[in-house]
């Protein structure tokens, strides 16, 4: 049974057993409701414990009825049943209680957890808002304040937080949740009940209060809508009565449930489900990994070090002499002296994450561990000495990885020994905190191998996306594409200003211009630059202009913009103008409007996303989104470039480019449709 009833003396015990993740399906509220009718009929029930089998207490709504009008008996009604019940519950709460499922937690009398549980209603990142009354009930349990951050963040909070938040009664210690719950229950029946959550009266807040909350939940939103509605639902709950601020949040939901945001991040949500476990490696068996090495100490092997640090791996750093070698210490020790005063780590923790480093030298000292990230130079001919070193040290067995961006990693490791344990694995910096794994097997590549990659995306809490070989992967392919539109436009006379401001009001934290200028121009440039030195035909950049005078960025004090010292904030640029003058064609460029700017570089990025799909490079349009979200910024809850251009169609697209599309692009499209 979904939903079984015990009983402990006068307490009721009701069970919901829906693996994997207690999921609310029609039949497990079905089953509530029936549970609560039997139980308000017993003479004998005096309180009821509500508890969940498996890992975890409900995580949520069924994935399977996504996108689905609901069918009855509707969350709402079986949360207020609850709440309404002749019987104090008391929902025992371990793993995760999140959306629905703290939904139904607060509709209990009372909550208590476990330690490590946590708590939340993350809807905000599905593009709607809670819909069985979390945004009534929560402010009536702890303060406004708290409850828009929990809301229009969607993040959750542990066990511990909540209680000091008076969001749960209790935590329960030790290893018996029931048996916890069920003193708990029966001691609270020795003492007076306190009202039902929709009898209670949340504290007021003044307008200035509102007015300072919608400033900052719309700049973190960037665009989304999700996060303002639930702020208005908050507000409603807070200033008027609980049936009317309850119908409120539910008209807000059934609205926002079928708009363009809500599908395009449903569209993500599945799309990240199912790139964690691709076709190409159900049923292998990863190679284990419990001690790993880096080759390099720059600001991306430090970032990958402190990457495998934080997941517990013991790691060795290799450097070419003491002195770099000391300066990648130093690097990787920064990183955590930040954590600690942004209050992610304790000082302990700290020093326990460099005690489990080991820096070297030598080689030599590489032979027992099980996974090498190589994280060197971007030259070719480094990478190889690199590789000829590892070939001949480390186990047959031993993973050996490079994180190369743009080079070819068949070319790296020409006569490796077992080529079979050679894979790419593409990080994004910083390393420690970007999400994004570009896994890149060779023809060579084992599938345990492959296996291995993902498996240790997962550990390091990244979000991985099997790429096939060509010139920058996927993400680096598209991002040369959508640099170069973006010049297109500023040689017909569009400000660079404007094409950055066009692609904030998209919803991208940057614009092209400004985001080259914090990276520095001329990482791109000295790609472009070796890529000309090896005979390949690369056309010249504008980027090439500023590089070539000096303009590198925001490191140089100049890149696209200028900077004060000290000051980020750019600002337009008299050279700039002059420098780029020649390559500047009067047009119509100054009268395109910001949205049509943004519709043709999103077109652009489409366009290549249909080509890398073309030639294999990408197994489906959903990881071409991924790339682009975890890894350059592509505002989430739009959904993706190749998703948007799916929604777009045909025919917009076509305007957005000024051109028919390309037969790869069109056949993207025709798929989808």
């Known amino acids: 049974m979904l939903v079984s009833i015990a009983h402990e003396g006068n307490i009721a015990v009701v069970t919901i057993d829906n693996s994997p993740v207690n999921a609310l399906s029609q039949a497990v509220r079905y089953g509530l409701c029936e549970a609560i009718d039997a139980l308000d009929a017993d003479p004998n029930v005096q309180a009821v414990v509500l508890i969940c089998a498996g890992r975890t207490f409900i995580a949520g709504a069924d994935v399977n009825e996504f996108g689905k009008p609901p069918t009855p008996p509707y969350l709402p009604d079986v949360v207020s049943r609850i709440e309404t019940a002749a019987k104090p519950w008391v929902a025992a709460i371990h793993g995760s209680a999140l959306g629905g499922g703290f939904e139904v937690a607060l509709g209990c009398r009372f909550r208590v957890a476990m330690p490590d549980a946590s708590v939340g209603l993350p809807e905000v990142t599905l593009g709607i808002v809670p819909g069985a009354g979390g945004t009534v009930r929560l402010p009536r349990l702890t303060s406004a304040e708290q409850a828009v951050a929990m809301v229009t963040s969607g993040r959750p909070i542990k066990a511990p937080r909540a209680q000091s938040l008076g969001v749960i009664d209790a935590v329960v210690n030790g290893d018996d949740l029931r048996a916890g719950a069920v003193a708990f229950a029966a001691e609270a029946l020795t003492r007076p009940l306190p009202e039902p959550i929709c009898n209670r009266t949340p504290a007021t807040v003044s307008d200035e209060f509102w007015s300072e909350q919608q400033a900052a939940v719309a700049k973190s939103a960037k665009g989304a809508a999700a996060p303002l ?11 008027t009565d609980f049936a009317s601020a309850l119908a409120f949040e539910r008209e807000t939901f059934l609205q926002l449930r079928g708009s363009d945001e809500a599908t395009a991040l449903r569209h993500v949500f599945f799309a990240e489900r199912a790139a964690t476990r691709p076709p190409s490696i159900k049923g292998v068996t990863p190679r284990p990994i419990a001690k790993a090495a880096v080759i390099g100490g720059g600001i991306m092997g430090a970032g990958i070090a402190a990457a495998l640090r934080n997941a517990g791996m013991p790691v060795v750093m290799v450097e070419r002499d003491d002195e770099t070698l000391a300066l990648g210490l130093n690097k990787l020790g920064g990183i955590f002296d930040g954590a600690v005063k942004r209050n992610r780590l304790t000082p302990e923790q700290r020093e326990e994450r460099m005690a489990g480093v080991t820096g070297t030298t030598n080689y030599a000292d590489l032979a027992d561990v099980d996974l090498v990230i190589e994280a060197v130079f971007e030259e070719l001919s480094v990478k190889q000495a690199v590789f000829e070193q590892l070939g001949a040290v480390c186990r047959s067995d031993a993973v050996l990885a490079t994180n190369t961006s743009y080079l070819d990693p068949r070319d790296i490791v020409v006569g490796l020994p077992h080529p079979e344990r050679f ?43 099997q790429a096939g070989i060509c010139d920058g992967f996927i993400g680096n392919r598209i991002l040369k594409r959508y640099r170069a539109a973006a010049e297109d436009l500023v040689r017909n006379g569009v400000a660079i200003a404007e094409i950055d401001a066009a692609m904030r009001d998209f919803g991208m934290a940057m614009g092209p211009f400004e985001a080259q200028d914090l990276g520095g121009l001329d990482i791109a440039f000295l790609q472009r630059e070796g890529a000309r030195s090896r005979g390949e035909d690369v056309a010249p950049t504008l980027g090439d202009i500023l590089v070539r005078a000096g303009r590198k960025g925001q490191k140089s004090g100049g890149g696209w913009y200028d900077y004060a010292a000290g000051d980020r904030k750019p600002k337009p640029s008299a050279a700039v103008e002059e420098l780029l003058a020649g390559e500047i064609h009067a047009g119509s460029g100054s009268q395109i409007t910001r949205d049509a700017i943004a519709q043709r570089l999103l077109a652009e990025m489409a366009e290549e996303g249909a080509l890398i799909l073309s030639e294999g490079i990408a197994a489906q349009p959903a990881d071409i989104d991924l790339v682009k979200i975890h890894g350059y910024g592509f505002p989430r809850w739009r959904g993706g470039p190749m998703f948007h251009a799916i929604q777009r169609g045909a025919e917009a697209l076509e305007q957005d480019l000024g051109r028919a599309l390309s037969p790869a692009l069109s056949k993207v499209l025709g798929t989808a449709a």
């Open 423 to 465: 894979i790419g694995l593409h990080f994004f910096s910083p390393a420690h905190v970007m999400k994004l794994l570009e896994v890149v097997p060779t023809p060579n590549t084992a599938p345990e191998v492959l296996a291995t990659g993902f498996a240790l995306a997962k550990r390091l809490g990244k979000m991985p996306v």
């Open 229 to 239: 509605r639930a702020l208005a639902c908050l507000k409603q709950a807070v200033t």
